[in-house]
Structures are given as C-alpha cells and as structure tokens.
C-alpha cells in the first residue's frame, strides 16, 4: 500500500543532548565529531528522527538554552563544518534532523540585548520587553521557575521581563523586527536542510500587552505539563496568550514552503484544551507538542488504557498524540521504574505501539539511571538557585530541582570513562557496571537496547503501527493492556501485562506473532503472558 501520510506523523525521536552522548577530543564534553562517530549506532537502533538540544554559540549558563549567536556553532561542541557534515552524514543514513529552537529568550550576552540594554534610545531597545515606567517591578508576574519575571537594570533605571532565568531575557514579538530576525535563524537552518524544530517554552513566547496583574491559584509546585498555575498563580497574562497560539500557524506558514516538508514540536503546558489551541483549530498550527503523560504515569493497565482512549477523543487523527519518557529537564524514567527493567520494557512497547510519536532521551534505551549529585554541587542553574534544598527533600515532595541527574554521560563501554570521553568528564559518569553499557547490551538477546531496537524496527517497517487506527479491547484481566491498530485489511493487536502475575488470553485464529517480550509465550491458540511481559500480532483480514 502506498503510504500517502506526511513523513512526520510516522517517525520516531531520539533525542541527544550534546554536552552528554560523545567527546572525540577528551575536553570531557560531548561534540559534533563525537555524535558523528555514533550515527551508525544510532541508525541500527533504527532511530528515524534526531533531536539535538542546542549547540548554538552560547555562553553556556543554562547549557545551551542561553544563546547569544543563532547561526555559529558554539566552539566546544565544533564548527560549522561538523555541522554541516553532521546533518549530510544523518541524510546519508536515512534519518532526519531536528534542531532545538530557543525563540523565546535569548542569553543576557546576546549582541542584540547588549545594545538594547544600553540606552533607551537604542534601536534594539524594543527586541526585548522593557517595562517603561516608574515601578521597577510593574506587577505580579512570576516566572516559569517561581521567582519574579522582572529584572532591573542599573544602566536605564528599567526593568525587563524573563519567563525563565534573568540571564535568559525574553524577546518582544510585538515588534515585526524580532519576528523578521527569528523567521530569519529559521529560514538559515532550513537552508541547510535541516528537518524541523523543537520549540523550547512556546507557550511562553507572548506575553500581555497591558501588562495586566496575574490572579491566585491554590497550587504551588509545577508539573512537566502544568507550569501555568504553579506558585500560587494563574499565569493567565504571561503564558498561553491566543497570541502565540496565533503565532504557532505563522511559523507553521512560514516554514511549510520549504521542500524537505519541516516540522515543528512545540514544548508548551497546560490543559489539553490548550495543547490543541497550540495545534491550531484545523491542524494548522504546530504540527506537535510534547505530551508529558508518561512523566507521572501510574503503573497500572488502566491509566494507560484512559491515555489511550483520552487522546483518541481529544486528538483523534489528523492530529498526532506524542508519547514522552524522558528528557533534559526530568528524572530518567528507569528511576521512575525503581529500576525495574521488565517494566521498562513494558511501558517503551506501549510508547512505541500506540498510534502517535515515540520520544526516546538518549540512554534510556540501555536504562541509564539518575545521578545523585545533591543541589548544592549542581551546575544546572535550578539547582543553584535551590543549592541549599536537600536531595531527599526534593524525593520527598516529588518535585525535580538538580537536572545534571538526568543528564550524566552515555554509558557506551566498560572503559573508565564508559567510552564517552578521554578526559575527565563535564558531569561524571557515575557507578555503573558492565551490564549498563551498550557495548553489552547489544549482544544480550534480552536487553533493554535490544528490546528498543525490535520496537524501532517493528514501526519502522509496519505500516499500521505508523499509520493505522487504533481501539482499546477489553480484557478479561485487570492488569492486561489489549488494542489494536488496523490500517485496510491489517490488524495490530498488542497485549502488555503491567501485573506480576501470569496471565492467558486467547489468541484469534489466523494470528502470527510479530513480537514478545519478557518471556511471553505462544501455546496452541493460548499467550501465555508472564508478569510484566508483552506480545504483539497480526491478523491479515479476508474481506
Ligand atoms: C526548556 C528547556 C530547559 C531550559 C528552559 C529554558 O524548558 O527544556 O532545559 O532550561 O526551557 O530555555
Ligand atoms: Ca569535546
């Protein structure tokens, strides 16, 4: 069957964060070379979509989320030739590139806020958002990490406004010149070929114009998909304004004439309601957004079977439901797991199987685990401004602060260094042993990068598990997950047992097993699905 679906509805993401997956000259932070030396890797995983977090010129105090030039390399990750050789070699291997674009806010150290910061008069002094007026802090708004968004400046008696860090100014888009200058980073790396864009904090990008006081929320702590009421706020007037979600089909526009048909995934929070205001009413706005569900899933057959059944009511097809793990800014799921690699291996089907994008954080396909590095020695600048909130404090309340946990080096080989690095690495490696690495890993049958790999695969050449519908069936047992995905005469059924107990179900007639895990046993017409164990099928329908 020819398969008519844009090519971003069907893919998969791998995300890497460049300062952790590979060093080539032993500085102990990773870089282009270094990823360069892995795509081969990462291509018979079977990856198909690589998100890079930034590695733009920055000075590198939210690791790359500050930039201060959108169109060069910064130094320690390479040059623009790596780069430019990075995204041909990808092409080579059949896979797409993704680029993390920070449009919100630049570094405090970016030329265009060096001169805006400089005098009122400066032509620039409008790309960013100053609040002219007496008051230093004009009103409530808080931003996305709980402190006042306003920051004041010494050099023009002016205050002016950040939604994240106050290194990380937030630009105006009211102004047609800042609109004109991102449309022309974007425009710069499509040229280049690249495949689309991650949006850091898109929902953040407008804010009020009248600068109108925030009301009250009962909520203090954020949630990854719920920023908005945190810290005692509705941050009603400086996050979710109609006009990003305006803005979101200008840029959907603006890159749509480019050839390689790029796409854009928006990293927005907040009520579904609000995640399709961002996708626009006719699927006319960002092609997706992260869906951070899977962060604080409950390990139960139900919560994933609402999931499901949630996103088929609130995102039916066109739109296209993500399904996120893990990335830079959580804790890795494994921990999430308690370690628990049988049911890694089941939650990573589910994410795969689904109908909707797989996003996959580097090393969590070999389990690679959290550090334990307390606030107080963290770099990540939010754990610097908690240094002194203790580790189990953060455990116990169940929020996240020190984001270098998530971050730790690829565990690739069993050399001092897991093969990341000759020097001394930027965040260390951590304990680990030899059953962590992927050197091992790809040559256990049972692996967790093994399973990973199979489900890779198995999308990758099913046209129903890329394309097809899908229907959650009912089970006779509380802790079996059962759907199936059809697309014309095919059927995908998958079973996944989030239990510890053995269970059977019946198989129809006609099945052929696609794929098991975990022990997951065919016998005559009965699977015999051991705890934590999964089996997928597939029924070629006569008629
Ligand atoms: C996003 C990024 C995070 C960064 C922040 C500010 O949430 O994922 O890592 O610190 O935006 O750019
Ligand atoms: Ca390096």
Redesign the pocket.
């Known amino acids: 069957m020819e398969n008519k679906m844009e090519w971003w509805k069907q893919t998969s993401i791998y995300q890497i964060y460049p300062w952790s997956f590979q060093d080539s000259n032993g500085d102990g932070i990773g870089d282009l070379p270094g990823i360069l030396t892995r795509l081969d890797q990462i291509r018979d995983l079977g990856v198909e979509t690589i998100w890079f977090s930034p590695f733009y010129k920055s000075p590198g105090e939210?690791f790359g989320?500050d930039i201060s030039d959108y169109t060069s390399i910064d130094p320690r990750f390479g040059t623009m030739d790596d780069c430019d050789k990075l995204i041909r070699e990808i092409h080579k291997r059949k896979m797409k590139v993704v680029l993390d674009m920070?449009m919100n806010h630049t570094s405090d150290k970016h030329p265009w806020f060096l001169e805006s910061k400089s005098s009122k008069e400066n032509p620039k002094r409008d790309f960013y958002i100053w609040h002219k007026g007496e008051k230093k802090v004009p009103n409530n708004w808080i931003s996305m990490v709980g402190t006042s968004g306003w920051n004041y400046d010494e050099t023009t008696d002016e205050s002016y406004y950040s939604n994240?860090l106050s290194f990380?100014p937030d630009l105006n888009y009211r102004n047609p010149k800042v609109k004109k200058s991102m449309f022309g980073v974007l425009d710069f790396w499509l040229n280049k070929g690249v495949d689309g864009f991650r949006l850091?904090?898109f929902n953040s990008i407008y804010k009020d114009e009248g600068f109108r006081d925030n009301p009250s929320s009962f909520r203090y702590f954020p949630t990854p998909d719920n920023h908005d009421e945190a810290f005692f706020q509705k941050k009603q007037y400086n996050l979710n304004l109609p006009e990003s979600f305006q803005f979101a089909k200008e840029v959907r526009k603006h890159i749509s004439k480019y050839k390689q048909k790029p796409f854009l995934i928006g990293?927005v929070s907040g009520s579904d309601k609000i995640l399709k205001s961002f996708l626009g009413e006719k699927a006319d706005g960002l092609n997706l957004v992260f869906q951070f569900e899977l962060i604080h899933f409950d390990y139960k057959a139900q919560f994933f079977k609402d999931l499901l059944e949630k996103n088929e009511r609130e995102f039916p097809a066109p739109y296209t439901p993500t399904y996120v793990l893990g990335?830079?800014?959580q804790r890795r799921f494994i921990d999430r797991l308690g370690g628990d690699v049988r049911k890694a291996k089941v939650l990573s089907a589910f994410q795969f199987l689904a109908r909707g994008i797989p996003v996959v954080y580097y090393g969590d396909e070999i389990g690679r685990k959290e550090g334990r590095i307390p606030n107080f020695f963290g770099k990540d600048p939010i754990a610097k401004m908690n240094r002194f909130v203790p580790l189990f404090l953060c455990n116990l309340l169940g929020i996240y602060i020190n984001r270098d946990n998530c971050r730790l080096p690829m565990l690739w080989d069993t050399t001092e260094q897991a093969g990341f690095s000759k020097g001394k690495p930027w965040l260390p490696v951590g304990q680990f042993q030899t059953e962590d690495t992927v050197v091992y890993q790809k040559t256990k049958n049972d692996s967790l990068w093994n399973h990973y790999r199979s489900l890779f695969h198995l999308r990758k050449t099913s046209s129903v598990l890329k394309e097809g519908n899908i229907k959650t069936k009912l089970s006779h047992h509380a802790d079996v997950l059962c759907f199936e995905r059809t697309l014309g005469k095919i059927v995908v059924i998958v079973y996944l047992n989030f239990g510890e107990k053995e269970i059977k179900e019946t198989v129809s007639k006609g099945s052929k097993l696609l794929y098991s895990f975990g022990g997951a046993e065919v016998l005559g017409d009965k699977l015999q699905l051991t705890g934590h164990s999964g089996a997928v099928f597939e029924i070629r329908l006569k008629k």
């Open positions: 939210d989320y920070v994240f990380q850091d904090i990293e990335n830079h800014d």
